[in-house]
């Protein structure tokens, strides 16, 4: 594969299934694994277009497992959705071991805004206008958790041009 593939992979693809799986958890608190499972396979194929090196893949697996790990913990104790943690494992993937840090500091910079922003919205009435969406209604409700999903994905968006040289792929 070209360095072309892995660009389109790069630019369009990974930041396709982040998007997606925010309005996803936005609007149906779930995230699918088709979509984790997509995020996992975009990264084989950003493997093989991008000529990797053996080092760097096992870096990068070991990003991935031990943020499974770590999400999965938190989801026996009821802090995460299923949902979410498999996608920060499969984001970890694509940010290697030497990002994961970062990755983690800005999405929980941006989950904290978004938990206090849902919190603070949720002790108002809603408008009128906005009472003929179900998933505003499902998601102003005090039962329903937070779409942390929203920031995993933004999180992942803001760090992954940093960690992966975009400036190898550019087209010159």
């Known amino acids: 594969m070209s360095s072309a593939a ?15 799986a925010a309005a996803s958890d936005l609007l149906t608190m779930r995230i699918s694994n088709r979509v984790t499972g997509l995020v996992v396979a975009g990264f084989a194929v950003n493997v093989i277009a991008s000529g990797m090196t053996w080092s760097d ?3 990068h697996l070991a990003a991935g497992a031990l943020t499974l790990v ?5 989801f ?7 949902g979410d943690a498999k996608l920060a494992a ?3 993937l694509w940010l290697g ?5 970062e990755y983690v500091v800005v999405a929980s910079i941006l989950g904290g805004v978004l938990t206090l922003a849902i919190l603070y919205a949720r002790a108002y009435p809603l408008p009128k206008p906005v009472l ?3 998933f505003v209604l499902h998601l102003h409700d ?3 958790g937070i779409p942390y999903g929203i920031a995993l994905a933004s999180a992942a968006l803001i760090v992954l041009p940093g960690s992966v040289g975009l400036e190898r792929l550019a087209f010159v």
């Not at 892995?6 to 997606?20: D, H, K, R």
């Not at 770590?70 to 938190?74: I, L, N, R, S, V």
């Open 76 to 82: 026996a104790r009821g802090w995460m959705g299923g």
């Open 97 to 101: 071991i030497d990002h994961v840090l």
């Open 142 to 144: 005090v039962n329903t």
């Open 132 to 134: 003929r969406f179900p």
């Open 70 to 74: 770590a999400t999965f913990a938190m």
């Open 57 to 59: 893949l096992l870096l």
């Open 6 to 20: 892995a660009y389109l992979v790069l630019c369009v693809g990974f930041p396709f299934l982040m998007a997606y």
């Open 90 to 92: 499969g984001t970890a």
